[in-house]
């Protein structure tokens, strides 16, 4: 990739823009501690990797994204919560737009306590410009995804919620 500025809001190198699906919207990017790019548009995020390419993380997809200096930490949800780390070498605005752009991804968030005393967090998220709901359940430590009774208590649980929330 050719040198970039430093980082910005403002005008979208073209090495940056080059990185984004046909369509998006480049909000604010910054580079890592390498030099590559770092970009975030209104639906996604686009981290480097290994290969030399970028990986395109949708904001629905993202559990948590979280900022401490100089590590932007970003761990998807669902069957593959994957964890990625990027140092940035100057963050700018990067870390709350993605922050921003995750968080209005939610439409509804519940802690729940199964049988037994364990819990889970269930959370509906919309992609940007969707109607259409994503729901993933994160269980406590210690529970087995794959127990048939885990998996019954937190689909009842879903159920319920998208009964008293209308969801």
Do not use: C, K
Not at 140 to 152: K, M, S
Request: hydrophobic residues 40%; without cysteine; negative net charge.
């Amino acid at each position: 990739m050719p040198e970039l500025p430093r980082f910005g809001q403002g005008r979208v190198p073209s090495p940056v823009r080059a990185l984004t699906d046909a369509g998006e919207r480049v909000l604010t990017w910054a580079r890592d501690v390498n030099g590559e790019a770092v970009a975030a548009t209104y639906q996604a995020v686009y981290l480097p990797s290994p290969s030399g390419d970028h990986v395109r993380i949708p904001y629905e997809r993202i559990e948590t994204a979280s900022w401490e200096h100089p590590v932007l930490s970003i761990v998807l949800a669902g069957p593959d919560a994957r964890r990625y780390l990027v140092q940035l070498d100057e963050p700018g605005e990067l870390p709350p737009a993605i922050r921003e752009r995750v968080t209005a991804t939610i439409a509804l968030a519940e802690r729940v306590t199964l049988a037994g005393g364990a819990g889970a967090r269930i959370t509906a998220r919309r992609a940007p410009g969707q109607d259409e709901l994503a729901w993933t359940v994160r269980f406590d430590d210690g529970v087995d995804p794959r127990d048939p009774q885990v998996r019954a208590q937190a689909d009842a649980a879903i159920a319920a919620l998208r009964s008293s929330t209308g969801l």
